[in-house]
């Protein structure tokens, strides 16, 4: 026990290590998957009180208190909901342990210490929070502009007046025409799975 403690106190519990792929299955973040929903592992970093698991849909957090105490708490972070932002990697100096990983999802940052000896590991998972980040950003964009778009149409639709009097009836189309337009617009941008992300980065 006062091996744990101390290490606590030192921080050495924080420095998280890789996880191969043949024991994501091994690990507690596992029984909390999707996997009925086809949601997959594809990075998994692991502290003593500590798993970060990255799907292809979400963070799967287990937030220990300390490596002294078994109680968790379970958070999770869908990327559709949650942009990824502010991703940085910073490597390790001559005297230190680790290399350190840092991104915001959403309004959650994170700050994760993982070993030294994973950093290869650490540029892959690098690589891919900044493409989603990318892809959440253009993303955003073009919805924005959508919604722009639809305003403006709305506008010039508004102001016009109807040749037969039947303006009730040309607002029921128009408004119709715009929801089905909006709702294609969200089902092409708002991308929910990411796997195609992490199987093009994540090689080690």
Excluded at 130 to 145: C, D, F, G, V
């Amino acid at each position: 026990m006062f091996g744990k403690v101390a290490s606590d106190m030192l921080g050495l519990s924080d420095i998280g290590s890789v996880i191969k792929p043949a024991d994501f299955d091994k690990v507690d973040a596992d029984d909390y998957i999707l996997h009925e929903d086809n949601e997959r592992i594809y990075f998994l970093i692991k502290s003593k009180a500590d798993e970060y698991c990255f799907t292809n849909r979400a963070l799967v957090h287990l937030d220990g208190a300390s490596a002294a105490s078994k109680k968790r708490t379970l958070k999770r972070f869908e990327y559709r909901a949650n942009k990824i932002t502010d991703v940085f990697l910073e490597t390790a100096g001559t005297v230190d342990l680790d290399v350190e990983i840092k991104f915001k999802l959403g309004n959650t940052a994170f700050s994760i210490d993982v070993h030294k000896k994973h950093l290869e590991e650490l540029k892959d998972l690098y690589k891919a929070l900044i493409k989603i980040a990318e892809i959440n950003r253009e993303s955003h964009q073009a919805l924005e502009y959508a919604k722009q778009s639809l305003q403006m149409a709305s506008t010039t639709l508004g102001n016009m007046r109807s040749t037969d009097g039947n303006l009730s009836e040309e607002f029921k189309k128009m408004n119709q025409t715009a929801f089905n337009w909006m709702m294609d617009t969200k089902k092409q941008y708002s991308i929910r799975d990411f796997g195609y992300v992490f199987e093009k980065y994540i090689n080690n």
